[in-house]
């Protein structure tokens, strides 16, 4: 197994060990020039903190790298992008982006690589940076897991890891499995945020009925509510325009299990309106590129079983 040491912000590290323990935090860069290929999905990505501290604080888990709007990594993670607020935000990621134009709404790109299950180490458990560890690495390093530093490095992590679960009640990595232990691949679980994006990019950010891809009018709807036990995961989404997921939350709209759309007879009934949501009625809804990011049928099933009004 492959880790990524990255050189990180002590500002933006500072911040999110005082939220204790998120679910996820987005690792931002300033542009979204660079594509990352150093990991995959599961892999761990480690916190290196800069000169002059030197040392490994943390790591999570790799889940995606996405190029987003800086108001959509904010909309999505809020202050687990490293930032108490979002204007703090965009002053640390302007700080970076020498020739870019500033924008207070926040409408350009930047790199966001989503990590899971994050632990942040208190000073005295920071590991040593790697002994071959040079000053002219800028962005990160890859270390293979098994031998070395890399060993090392992961197994002090490890150690960090377990010591500070017992100080703190740390998330889970996966469900039945241990969160700490032999070198091996882990699929992290998505939060709220981690889900959303997953399924603006699976949908290939247009709505799955309308086709409608203005990301501002796209939201990420969970098919069985996530109230309701439903996961956050791909195959329980679907990214739809704005007003269509109200409707669906409220059972004027559902997907059948082959895809279709229904639109609920309740609509016309209950707002004497609904005229422009009828051509949609008995359309098949664009599908994601991957089969198992397709909505799961006995999600849809629940959907038309327990919130279509019919």
């Known amino acids: 197994m492959i880790g990524w040491l990255a050189t990180t912000d002590y500002d933006w590290f500072c911040h999110l060990r005082t939220l204790g323990a998120?679910?996820?935090?987005?690792?931002?860069q300033p542009s979204d020039s660079q594509a990352f290929h150093a990991l995959q999905t599961g892999e761990p990505f480690f916190f290196k903190l800069k000169s002059p501290h030197n040392a490994v604080a943390g790591f999570g888990y790799f889940v995606r790298m996405s190029a987003l709007p800086a108001w959509l990594a904010w909309d999505s993670f809020g202050p687990a992008n490293g930032a108490p607020d979002f204007a703090s935000m965009r002053a640390r990621v302007e700080r970076y982006r020498t020739g870019h134009f500033r924008d207070p709404a926040g409408n350009y790109q930047i790199g966001c690589r989503l990590l899971a299950q994050p632990v942040f180490?208190?000073?005295?458990?920071?590991?040593?940076?790697?002994?071959?560890?040079?000053?002219?690495?800028?962005?990160?390093?890859?270390?293979?897991l098994e031998s070395g530093e890399g060993r090392r490095i992961w197994e002090s992590c490890q150690a960090a890891a377990a010591q500070l679960k017992r100080l703190l009640p740390l998330p889970s990595v996966r469900d039945g499995g241990p969160r700490y232990g032999s070198s091996q691949l882990v699929m992290p679980r998505l939060g709220q945020g981690g889900f959303r994006i997953a399924v603006i990019e699976s949908y290939a950010r247009a709505c799955a009925v309308s086709s409608e891809h203005s990301l501002p009018?796209?939201?990420?709807?969970?098919?069985?509510?996530?109230?309701?036990?439903?996961?956050?995961?791909?195959?329980?989404?679907?990214?739809?325009?704005?007003?269509?997921?109200?409707?669906?939350?409220?059972?004027?709209?559902?997907?059948t299990p082959e895809h279709r759309i229904e639109i609920s007879r309740r609509l016309q009934e209950d707002y004497h309106n609904g005229r422009s949501y009828r051509d949609f009625h008995g359309k098949v809804i664009a599908l994601p590129a991957k089969r198992a990011d397709h909505p799961d049928p006995e999600m849809l099933a629940w959907h038309n079983e327990n919130r279509y009004l019919g």
């Open 217 to 255: 009018a796209l939201e990420a709807a969970h098919i069985k509510p996530y109230a309701d036990e439903g996961e956050h995961r791909v195959s329980n989404g679907l990214l739809l325009r704005s007003d269509m997921h109200r409707l669906f939350d409220r059972g004027y709209v559902t997907v």
């Open 22 to 28: 998120p679910e996820e935090v987005n690792f931002w």
């Open 121 to 144: 180490f208190p000073d005295e458990l920071w590991v040593r940076q790697p002994a071959d560890w040079g000053k002219n690495i800028v962005q990160g390093k890859r270390y293979a």
